[in-house]
C-alpha cells in the first residue's frame, strides 16, 4: 500500500504561482509513475499531469506550458509547479499513481480574480 500527502495549496491571484508537492510512503518501490489530478467544485476529478520514473513527462491539454511536474524519487515526493493560474485551475489537487491507489486528503487551490 501506498500513501500520499499533498500540501502546497492556497489562495492565489490570477496569474499567480504555487507549487505543490506530495509525500508518498509505504510501498513506494513498486511505483512507476506518479500524476497529480484536481478536482473543482461538481466536477468530477481530472487527471492532470504525470511522469514516469524515468522523468517523461505528460500534460493535459489546458495547464501545458503552465504547469511543471517534477519528482525527487530519491525522497518519494512528486511535485507541481503552477504558474499563470487561471480561476478554472480552482480545485482540489491530489497525486496518485495510475492505476490509482487510495487517495490522500489533498490540497485546495483556489484563484481568485
Known amino acids: 500500500q501506498v500513501q500520499f500527502v499533498e500540501s502546497g495549496g492556497g489562495l492565489v491571484q490570477v496569474g499567480g504561482s504555487l507549487r505543490l508537492s506530495c509525500a508518498a510512503s509505504g510501498s513506494t518501490f513498486s511505483i512507476k509513475s506518479m500524476h497529480w489530478y484536481r478536482q473543482a467544485p461538481g466536477r468530477q476529478r481530472e487527471w492532470v499531469a504525470g511522469i514516469l520514473r524515468s522523468g517523461s513527462t505528460n500534460y493535459e491539454d489546458s495547464v501545458k506550458g503552465r504547469f511543471t511536474i517534477s519528482r525527487d524519487n530519491a525522497e518519494n515526493t512528486l511535485y507541481l509547479q503552477m504558474n499563470k493560474l487561471k480561476p478554472e485551475d480552482t480545485a482540489v489537487y491530489y497525486c496518485?499513481?495510475?492505476?490509482?491507489?487510495?487517495w490522500g486528503q489533498g490540497t485546495q487551490v483556489t484563484v481568485s480574480s
Open positions: 496518485n499513481t495510475l492505476p490509482t491507489a487510495a
